[in-house]
């Protein structure tokens, strides 16, 4: 049978392993690497000569929505 220490340092020990990789798959790190922004860049003549009108547009992908699903439905409630 194990002590409560030898049980106290065991769940440290995975506690301790597993935080790092739920953070990395957490949705701030993942929305970083999924989303990507795209920026358009139009001269805009009624500002002024160089002026230049820019639109940006966010594409999420097709997997970053699915697999991040239920932690978006939890966020909206």
Known sequence: ????????????????????????????PMAALAWRVHTTLTPDPTLGPSAVLATSARDTGEWWPRVYAPLVWASER
Do not use: D
């Not at 049978?1 to 065991?10: H, L, Q, T």
């Not at 020990?13 to 990789?21: E, F, Q, R």
């Open 1 to 28: 049978m194990k002590s409560r220490n030898e049980r106290f340092a065991a769940w440290t020990a995975i506690v301790m392993l597993v935080s790092p990789i739920l953070y990395v798959l957490s949705s701030g």
